[in-house]
């Protein structure tokens, strides 16, 4: 499943991103999505996560400050960054856990990436 994640750039502190997302291809059905990180020298982290029942979770350091949203007749999730912080620095990939078809099982499949920079 493609996902092509498009709206990273640089900004500074303070101001505001949107990251979209979209899953293309053959998908009977998507049971979730989410967006993660990863910086210079640390591991990926889960920044947001979306259920297809729209329950969101957030780590600690966005909360209050990023919105994820999706639309489920487009395949698409979104992440509105505000307030944003030189620590929010890095590369942010999409996923999406989902079903191809009634004989399948639930897989996750990754978006390319994009780059978010946060000057100070």
């Known amino acids: 499943v493609p996902l092509q994640a498009s709206g990273g750039g640089l900004v500074q502190a303070g101001e505001s991103l949107g990251l979209s997302c979209v899953a293309s291809?053959?998908?009977?059905?998507?049971?979730?999505m989410g967006w993660y990180r990863q910086a210079p020298g640390k591991q990926r982290e889960l920044v947001a996560g979306?259920?297809?029942?729209?329950?969101?979770n957030y780590v600690d350091s966005v909360k209050g400050r990023f919105i994820i949203s999706r639309d489920m007749t487009k395949n698409m999730v979104y992440l509105q960054m505000n307030s944003l912080k030189p620590e929010d620095t890095a590369v942010y990939y999409c996923?999406?856990?989902?079903?191809?078809?009634?004989?399948?099982?639930?897989?996750?499949?990754w978006g390319q990436g994009t780059q978010v920079t946060v000057s100070s």
């Open positions: 996923n999406v856990d989902c079903v191809l078809g009634p004989w399948d099982t639930a897989r996750t499949y």
């Open positions: 291809g053959s998908i009977f059905s998507i049971r979730a």
């Open positions: 979306i259920s297809t029942a729209g329950r969101s």
